[in-house]
């Protein structure tokens, strides 16, 4: 997801528009872990749109520890 570091509000536009399934929430978590490494208050403020069931678990997710 280096769009997300490049154009993150054109990678936020393009993760909304998947439809609702397990791509759509794992483009949504890496969106938000991509933006947060350089603008996370922006990151914080898209994860705070996003409907409850993925504002739960992205934010879950950013809490992980990074897996590299």
Known sequence: ???????????????Q?????????????????NWAQYDPDAAQRWIGSLPVEAKGQVEAFMKEPQKW
Do not use: G, H, R, Y
């Not at 280096?2 to 393009?14: S, T």
């Not at 399934?21 to 938000?32: F, G, I, P, R, Y």
């Open 17 to 33: 528009a998947l439809p609702e399934d397990s791509t759509k929430l794992w483009a949504q978590k890496n969106v938000a872990k």
């Open 1 to 15: 997801m280096q769009w997300a570091l490049k154009d993150p509000e054109a990678a936020c536009q393009w993760v």
